[in-house]
């Protein structure tokens, strides 16, 4: 299955492995954002190191990790330390995850897994303390690891060069729209040449551009260019399936009567 954005193709696997089928994410993610075992896991090493924190102890006892810290704040730091001693943060991680329930899911399985990597990979790097892993974990990103028979989710950027039997192409509401968009926003550093001479600069804002002929000849371009660039990775990602390819269409909005009035439950977006 390919998506344009990682979030979008984590938010995919969750939603397959609800209904019991096996996934895999490529490409790398911040796993200190993955589901709720991330969070929690990030919080845990916050409590660690200042076991007086309240908020991340209320944090944690309301999410997976609750029976881990339910024999109060400053138990549970020493817990931890003593396991970090041990086995460094990989068996601090280990620690902590030992009570949590994975009932088959194989999304919360990988997420434990990753985070696990995340504790090693600290450990192989030198270590340090927990206040170091604390942050090491807040920055980490796991490329992820291919299961057999999984359902494979990735980005239509990683899917280069690869061939499937079967594709499933999801393309978002608004996606070549949000991607010129952007193109826009960024810092994009131009050279052109004016009446007054050549210039290089950074694009300004939308509204600076349009008072300004050579600016908006200059944003036009780059407009241009982000629809070439949207046209590439959508034919990249239409073209990996060898057998089959299934491509999932956002619904289409039905157009409002011209006069129509919104009542106060009415919005533009669905709930």
């Not at 990597?117 to 980490?140: C, K, M, Q």
Request: aromatic share 4%; with cysteine; hydrophobic share 40%.
């Amino acid at each position: 299955m390919l998506t344009r954005t990682n979030d979008l193709a984590h938010e995919g696997a969750e939603l397959l492995s609800q209904e019991g089928l096996r996934v895999a994410v490529e490409g790398k993610k911040s796993v200190a954002d993955e589901g709720p075992l991330g969070p929690a896991c990030l919080l845990a090493a916050r409590l660690a190191v200042d076991p007086s924190d309240g908020l991340a102890a209320r944090g944690l006892g309301s999410g997976m990790l609750a029976p881990a810290v339910a024999g109060g704040a400053e138990r549970f730091a020493f817990r931890s330390l003593a396991d970090f001693a041990n086995g460094g943060a990989e068996g601090m991680v280990r620690g902590w995850l030992g009570g949590v329930s994975l009932a088959g899911d194989a999304f919360l399985g990988e997420t434990a897994g990753s985070l696990v990597r995340a504790g090693r990979a600290f450990d192989r790097s030198g270590g340090g303390s927990v206040r170091e892993f604390h942050r090491f974990l807040a920055e980490y990103q796991d490329p992820g690891a291919t299961l057999r028979g999984a359902v494979q989710l990735m980005t239509m950027h990683k899917a280069k060069g690869l061939e499937f039997d079967l594709a499933i192409v999801v393309l978002e509401r608004g996606g070549g729209r949000s991607l010129k968009l952007d193109a826009t926003k960024g810092q994009h550093l131009r050279v052109g040449e004016g009446s007054q001479g050549r210039w290089v600069m950074e694009l300004p804002s939308q509204n600076v551009c349009d008072a300004v002929p050579e600016l908006s000849a200059e944003m036009e371009r780059v407009r241009q260019e982000s629809s070439l660039a949207n046209l590439c990775l959508h034919y990249v990602a239409m073209t990996r399936a060898k057998r089959a390819l299934f491509v999932i269409l956002p619904p289409v909005k039905e157009p409002k009567p011209r006069g129509a009035k919104k009542g106060k439950g009415d919005s533009d977006g669905e709930a």
